[in-house]
């Protein structure tokens, strides 16, 4: 059974810096990509980054580019998302989630599996 494990949210103030991680377990995910999206209140899914298994070629959204970054180390099956310069516009539920490589990474719909979730607050 697959499961994504999520920690590391919480409220930061403007300015701050978190470290999300999501921890993989339950198949061999060397063939797949692992994205980070985030939902807001009354908010589509938004697409954040994604990061492939194997090798270390990464995608970000626009609006957390250069202040965001997806790493992940293989022997503890654990993706991060490392933010800094958080801004309340980052106020979210961040999920980690896994999907087969291919194109359009950033399209929730294509992903397989999903972990709760964790919430991340940022105060001005």
Known sequence: ???????????????DS?????VASGRTFSSYVMGWFRQA???DREFVGA??????????????????????DNAKNTVYLQMN?????D???????ARLSGTNVDD????????QGTQ?????
């Open 1 to 15: 059974q697959v499961q994504l494990v999520e920690s590391g949210g919480g409220l930061v103030q403007a300015g």
């Open 18 to 22: 978190l470290r999300l991680s999501c």
């Open 41 to 43: 209140p009354g908010k």
């Open 51 to 72: 990061v492939t298994w194997i090798g270390s070629t990464t995608w970000y959204a626009d609006s957390v580019k250069g202040r965001f970054t997806i790493s992940r």
């Open 85 to 89: 310069s958080l801004k309340p516009g």
């Open 91 to 97: 106020t979210a539920v961040y999920y980690c989630a």
């Open 108 to 115: 929730y719909q294509r992903y397989l599996y999903w972990g």
């Open 120 to 124: 991340v607050s940022v105060s001005s």
